[in-house]
């Protein structure tokens, strides 16, 4: 259960984690300035558990993994959307951040809103408005790599 960050359509990963602070890929350090140039508040306000919500086409651009690396490790627990750029959307369970597709949440619910996402179901309940929205949920062995914090934890786990 988080506070909702909103964002619009289109969001691209140069400003979700900007090209000029791609000397590192410590999440760390990309969490210093995630989403600063369309947010400049954002890292100042963001606690962890917290939930982006945002417009179409989320992660668009370049096809950095360290843009979901930089979400995951501000603190964000999930971000909803009604739809994921594709390399984004992999690279976001590749990296162990739950992403879920749902229209009517992403319409619905609105900055500042207390969310809270049951993952087994794909239920989004929004505390604030009373309202429940409904995504699919993660299929067994997506759940398995967002539980070991990623494809490469995965496979480590599993060999």
């Not at 501000?74 to 750029?85: E, K, R």
């Not at 390399?87 to 900055?111: H, K, M, V, W």
């Not at 309202?131 to 995965?154: D, H, R």
Request: charged share 25%; with cysteine; hydrophobic share 40%.
């Amino acid at each position: 259960m988080g506070k909702v960050f909103k964002y619009g359509e289109n969001v691209d990963t140069d400003v979700i984690i900007p090209a000029r602070h791609l000397n590192t890929s410590d999440p760390a350090e990309l969490a210093k300035h995630c989403m600063e140039d369309i947010d400049a508040d954002f890292v100042s306000k963001v606690k962890e558990g917290d939930i982006i919500v945002a417009g179409k086409n989320f992660g668009c651009g370049s096809s950095r993994e360290h843009a979901p690396i930089a979400i995951k490790a501000a603190g964000i627990s999930c971000v909803i959307a009604p739809t994921f750029a594709r390399i984004f959307y992999r690279n976001s369970f590749n990296t162990g951040l739950p992403i879920l597709e749902c229209e009517e949440a992403a319409r619905q619910i609105d900055a500042g809103d207390e969310v809270e996402v049951d993952f087994q179901t794909g239920e989004i309940r929004n505390i604030t408005k009373g309202e429940t929205y409904q995504a699919e949920p993660f299929p067994e062995f997506i759940s398995k790599i967002i539980e070991c914090g990623g494809l490469v934890n995965y496979v480590k786990n599993n060999l």
